[in-house]
């Protein structure tokens, strides 16, 4: 459903991503991890057509992002990490916009707006204003927004900022249900919890190359411990924890 | 598949939610603004209704005045509106946050461009057809024009406006394709301001009052070339002006039309066929990260640290002077600035004051003192713009003050001694330059450079406390904050210091002045020294209680943020 093909962006001298492949299939969720600066924010940018790829190709639903973006846009669902939404529209008002720009209209739109609105818990609040919601409302909004015309991949950067222990789970669970019926999910987090909880398969990415990639048991195995927590995997595959130098520093 | 106008729509709904959901306070500053509209529409008309009545009266020679001066009129917005599209385009076509959400859409890059350029148009002319709107009117009414006249205006203004703002856009493609957006911006705003400063050194050096010397007035026909020189038949404005001057006298201009819209259709075809190929990699380009300037400044942190302040001090004085020199909205106001200082003290300069050799020492000390008051002026209005607004520059990161381990006192000193130190430096410079180009008596450089001194303290005293008391962490920029309620209330206080300062020295000094006077020999009684040392004492303890004040109260309104 995603497939990335030798993704590079370049900026100056300095590599961002470099050679990057990927492939998400129909119904799989898959975790995007790395450490800060490794090149996922990049990454993700380029899959949803907000920058340019120094080199390499991006398919999306076996639409060819450069050649076909709106075709391959419009099969797509983005999730940023810090949402934009108009702050003078309500809730109702932006999410038809967001229906307009896919080209939904007609029969059948403010069914699905409410039906949207109300899976995420933010039926009430149609007719409000966006600047009076908080960060996690706005986040939820631009949920509904990103499955609003039912897409068949979805990219997400940092689900779960700002989001109340209420919202993490309804998320969760909104990501479970859509990728059984078939949506391909690439999710960037920090949060290893959620990555190992969630995720069918994860890729590691660190300074623009992706070092691992696997479920989380191979990915276990592949940092040769077989500790429990995901977090001493990632750390032991990206380059050490510096836990030896803390109690000098400290 | 929705038309380009859809893209629009988020601007119109969002007007209209502002509008259902306005507030009692939004009521009266939109009555406030719309009055002072109201006031300069009025006004505009009726100055184009008056000389155009005037230049009737004048038969061939008004008719050729006219049709220069419409002209001219559309010169001089071509020239602004073409400067406000290269603006404008790069906030809308790159830097507006609501682009990585349209983007990211299937909406094709050329509905994207036609909505953005439309906006761009719109945004940038505004204004100006808001001008032109009494003006125009106020032209046909003098000249009793047809309805078509009105009907010729409005659809000659649309593609004029359109030409200049699809050349900036234009500019601006090209532009951000070569440095990244946020630098385009900075130097375009740079390249602006140094335009104007030139603009206005070079209008005040060719010196306009000699025109007002018989001696020195041109030749008709002198004039009249120099008027005509800067019209162009190749330029928008020429056809604009033909066109409208044309339909006044209820004729038609066909050819002057059809080139404006014409040239307008051409060059947004044109530039939606660039923005296709080259608006992504642009925009791509324009999300990059920029890189910091003045980095390589250590020579910063080597003086500061002979400084004989404290550590922390010393560290939140480094930090503003960088935030200051890697801002180019801040000190690139400093070059238009400097250019007024140049003109002021230029002033002074061509004063030609031996004309009325009698009066030439009463004019001197007169000047003297109007200059200490014009650089107190001048000062109150820097300390509004540079250091009123220093607190409130922190804006979100002031938690850092507030969480670390200094008090507030050293925090607003440290405001105050980088505001200070340089409007010290001006201020003295335009005090002592001006005296010495007039040659003022030497006890009146004495005590005007006291003066200004005393005068500087306290009225960047004044700011730094009053800035502190009325912060607005919230602005975007430093010209909001300074014309922010706390602001004006500042300027209030400040001017009204300023007057005080000039009569409680000037007072005094003239009194000294008369009496040292060759004509006026006898010596002083100790009632008048006793109230010229009155006066001054007064000044001083003015200026320290200012002073004082500002900054006591800044700290206490900081320490009270709670």
Redesign the interface.
């Known amino acids: 459903m995603i497939s990335i093909q030798n993704l590079r962006k370049q900026y100056g001298s300095f590599t961002a991503v470099d050679g990057v492949d990927l492939e998400v299939t129909s119904g799989e969720i898959h975790g995007f991890l790395g450490p800060n600066g490794a090149g996922k924010t990049t990454s993700i940018k380029m899959i949803a057509g907000l920058l340019k790829p120094t080199s390499g190709r991006i398919f999306v639903n076996g639409h060819d992002l450069a050649a076909k973006p709106e075709a391959a846009k419009a099969s797509l669902g983005f999730i940023p990490d810090r949402p934009y939404i108009y702050e003078k529209l309500t809730a109702g008002e932006f999410l038809r916009f967001h229906a307009g720009l896919y080209g939904m209209n007609g029969n059948g739109l403010n069914g699905r707006v409410r039906e949207m609105l109300d899976l995420f818990e933010l039926g009430r609040w149609e007719h409000e204003l966006v600047e009076s919601f908080s960060h996690g409302m706005k986040q939820r909004l631009v949920m509904c927004a990103a499955f609003l015309h039912r897409p068949r991949a979805v990219l997400v950067d940092e689900p779960m900022v700002g989001l109340d222990p209420r919202g993490a789970k309804l998320i969760k669970s909104v990501f479970r249900r859509m990728s059984e019926h078939g949506v391909a999910i690439l999710m960037s987090t920090h949060t290893l919890e959620v990555a190992g909880e969630m995720c069918d398969r994860i890729s590691i990415i660190l300074k623009g190359k992706i070092i691992a990639r696997g479920t989380v048991d191979e990915l276990r195995a592949m940092g040769g411990t077989r500790d429990e927590e995901l977090t001493a995997v990632f750390l032991k595959l990206t380059g050490g924890t510096g836990l030896q130098e803390l109690d000098e520093i400290v | 598949?929705?038309p380009f106008t859809?893209?629009l729509?988020?601007g119109y709904?969002?007007?209209r939610?502002?509008i259902a959901?306005t507030e009692r306070a939004d009521v009266a500053r939109a009555s406030l603004f719309g009055g002072v509209g109201v006031l300069v529409f009025v006004a505009l008309f009726w100055g184009a209704f008056w000389i155009t009545t005037q230049l009737d009266a004048y038969e061939e020679l008004g008719d050729f005045l006219l049709r220069i001066g419409l002209s001219w009129l559309f010169l001089t917005f071509l020239s602004f509106l073409a400067f406000s599209g290269i603006v404008t385009a790069l906030s809308t076509f790159f830097l507006s946050?609501?682009l990585?959400?349209?983007?990211?859409?299937?909406?094709?890059?050329r509905r994207v461009f036609y909505a953005r350029f439309t906006k761009t148009v719109l945004q940038s002319s505004w204004m100006v057809v808001i001008f032109l709107l009494p003006v125009l009117l106020g032209v046909g009414i003098a000249r009793c024009a047809p309805c078509m006249f009105y009907v010729t205006a409005l659809l000659t203004v649309a593609p004029f406006c359109v030409i200049p703002v699809a050349a900036g856009t234009g500019t601006t493609l090209l532009l951000v394709n070569v440095f990244p957006a946020r630098r385009a911006r900075d130097i375009l705003m740079l390249m602006g301001l140094v335009f104007a400063g030139s603009i206005v050194l070079l209008l005040r050096f060719i010196q306009p009052e000699r025109l007002l010397r018989v001696e020195s007035l041109p030749d008709v026909t002198g004039f009249f070339a120099t008027l005509q020189s800067p019209i162009t038949p190749l330029l928008p404005s020429f056809w604009a002006g033909e066109t409208l001057f044309a339909s006044l006298a209820g004729g038609r201009d066909l050819l002057h039309a059809a080139a404006l819209w014409t040239t307008a259709c051409a060059f947004t075809v044109m530039l939606s066929a660039a923005s296709e190929r080259w608006y992504?990699?642009g925009?791509?380009k324009s999300?990059?990260?920029r890189k910091a300037r003045f980095n390589q400044l250590r020579i910063l942190d080597m003086l500061a640290a002979f400084l004989p302040v404290s550590v922390v001090r010393r560290n939140l004085l480094i930090k503003d002077l960088k935030v200051f020199l890697r801002d180019v909205t801040q000190w690139s106001q400093l070059l238009l600035l400097l250019a007024l200082v140049v003109m002021y003290l230029y002033n002074f300069q061509v004063l030609d004051l031996d004309r009325i050799p009698y009066m030439a020492g009463f004019i001197k000390n007169f000047y003297a003192f109007l200059n200490l008051g014009l650089a107190g002026f001048v000062m109150s209005t820097v300390a509004v713009r540079f250091v009123f607004p220093a607190v409130s520059s922190e804006g979100a990161a002031f938690w850092i003050i507030r969480t670390a381990p200094i008090t507030y006192r050293d925090f607003l000193w440290s405001k105050f001694w980088s505001g200070v130190v340089p409007l010290l430096l001006m201020s003295l410079t335009l005090t002592v330059v001006a005296n010495e180009l007039l040659a003022v008596a030497p006890f009146l450089k004495a005590v005007t450079a006291v003066g200004i001194t005393f005068m500087t303290f306290a009225l960047v005293g004044l700011a730094t406390g009053m800035g502190a008391r009325y912060p607005r962490f919230s602005s975007d920029n430093a010209t909001q904050v300074a014309g922010s309620p706390g602001g004006v209330a500042f300027m209030i206080a400040a001017v009204s210091y300023v007057i005080s300062m000039v009569v409680l020295l000037g007072w005094p000094s003239s009194v000294f002045l008369w009496r040292l006077s060759r004509l006026h020999v006898r010596p002083f009684r100790p009632d008048e020294v006793a109230l010229i040392a009155v006066c001054f004492a007064t000044a001083i303890a003015l200026s320290t209680a200012v002073f004082l004040y500002g900054m006591r109260s800044g700290v206490k309104a900081l320490e009270e943020m709670g």
């Open positions: 598949m929705q859809y893209l729509l988020p709904w969002s007007s939610n502002r959901r946050e609501d990585r959400l349209l983007l990211a859409t299937p909406v094709a890059v992504f990699a925009f791509s999300q990059e990260a």
